[in-house]
């Protein structure tokens, strides 16, 4: 096992389109599935996500990512906001029945994963969540901590939750890596000094995560 004092020794990692398909994949056959317009979807997702108004009351999608709110509540929530931007009534009661359950592991990206663990790198998950409907069945082969954003009352960005994956890594923020595929999260990780990689594929992934943790890798 790699003990040096110095370099990388956790991994801080995103559950939903890092150690799974991009989440375009599930929330495209659900757009399909329920005949909603995509634009009008990512459009009130945008507006509600990261770029609102600091001081402004917290939106829909904020509260059920903190667990404030019931995956029921938002489903009712959004289906008024679609319906109001369409005209088209919507489900207000299991809308997104099945959706991230229909995630698909990324099986490469989870062997990367599980490996470095069994070499002895600290692995922490750190994901946002709608009502936490996971396929956790790998879940206590490929981490030491879980940290699931509405069980625990913060989401990314919010500086806290990023203290909280600090403090359960049990290292400082410069012997942490922290891997996302959304950009919001990585900017934020890096304004508190962890070094944050950007997921697109596990073709791009792989190398730099091997470059960072080499002492585990060269075992």
């Known amino acids: 096992m790699a003990n040096d004092s110095s370099g990388f020794h956790c991994l801080i990692i995103d559950w939903g389109g890092v150690l799974t398909e991009p989440t375009g994949g599930p929330v495209g056959r659900w757009l399909s599935k329920q005949g909603v317009d995509r634009e009008v979807f990512h459009a009130v997702l945008s507006e509600w996500g990261d770029d609102v108004d600091p001081t402004a009351p917290p939106t829909p999608l904020q509260l059920i990512?903190?667990?404030?709110?019931?995956?029921?509540?938002?489903?009712?929530?959004?289906?008024?906001?679609?319906?109001?931007?369409?005209?088209?009534?919507?489900?207000?009661?299991?809308?997104?029945?099945?959706?991230?359950?229909?995630?698909?592991?990324?099986?490469?990206?989870?062997?990367?994963?599980?490996?470095?663990?069994?070499?002895?790198?600290?692995?922490?998950?750190?994901?946002?969540?709608?009502?936490?409907?996971?396929?956790?069945?790998?879940?206590?082969e490929l981490f030491d901590e879980v940290i699931v954003s509405g069980e625990v009352g913060m989401r990314k960005p919010d500086i806290e939750i990023y203290g909280l994956a600090l403090e359960r890594a049990g290292h400082p923020a410069e012997a942490c890596v922290f891997l996302d595929d959304m950009l919001v999260n990585i900017e934020k990780a890096r304004s508190l000094g962890i070094t944050s990689v950007h997921h697109r594929d596990f073709v791009s992934t792989e190398p730099e995560i091997k470059r960072l943790f080499s002492p585990y890798f060269r075992q």
């Open 65 to 140: 990512e903190r667990g404030q709110i019931t995956i029921e509540e938002f489903e009712v929530l959004i289906s008024l906001e679609l319906t109001r931007r369409t005209g088209i009534d919507y489900p207000q009661q299991g809308l997104f029945d099945g959706m991230w359950l229909s995630l698909e592991h990324d099986y490469a990206m989870q062997d990367l994963v599980r490996q470095m663990r069994q070499s002895g790198v600290r692995v922490v998950l750190l994901s946002n969540s709608w009502g936490n409907p996971y396929k956790r069945e790998s879940w206590s």
